[in-house]
């Protein structure tokens, strides 16, 4: 994976010039965040040294939270992110599990998590 602090093309360089088949590629602040990255040259960068590419969101982002704000507002982040994974070439994104406090059913945790994911699908 890149190390989301620094330079996204030379992070790609490096993975390229170590004999890595792909990219675990994170859509996060504080260097590789969707709107900072340039997904064409990340694109160009993966083409040089012929390496696949998923697209990896933040751990941190609080998808199964009990507050629908908080859900909507990583639907929005991971809609962004798909944009620029898309953009970078990646045919796979993935999320994180959100750890639900333990007084909240499981089942909440699932509806939660595909309120959130569902809308991506399409």
């Known amino acids: 994976m890149n190390h989301p602090a620094r330079d996204p093309i030379t992070e790609i360089a490096w993975i390229g010039r170590h004999g890595f088949d792909f990219v675990d590629f ?9 709107d900072m990255i340039d997904p064409e040259a990340v694109r160009s960068t993966l083409d040089k040294f012929n390496l ?23 639907l929005e982040e991971f ?7 898309h953009r970078m070439g990646a045919a796979v994104m993935n999320t994180h599990y959100s ?3 333990s007084s909240f059913p499981a ?9 959130v994911l569902t809308p991506l699908c399409d």
Do not use: Q, Y
């Open 26 to 34: 994170t859509l996060e602040p504080p260097d590789a965040d969707p």
């Open 99 to 101: 750890k639900l406090p």
């Open 79 to 85: 809609r962004r992110c798909l944009k620029a994974a």
């Open 107 to 115: 089942d909440d945790s699932v509806t939660w998590h595909a309120e």
């Open 52 to 74: 696949g590419v998923v697209a990896h969101t933040a751990w941190f982002l609080p998808l199964g939270s009990p507050f629908g704000s908080i859900r909507r507002a990583c």
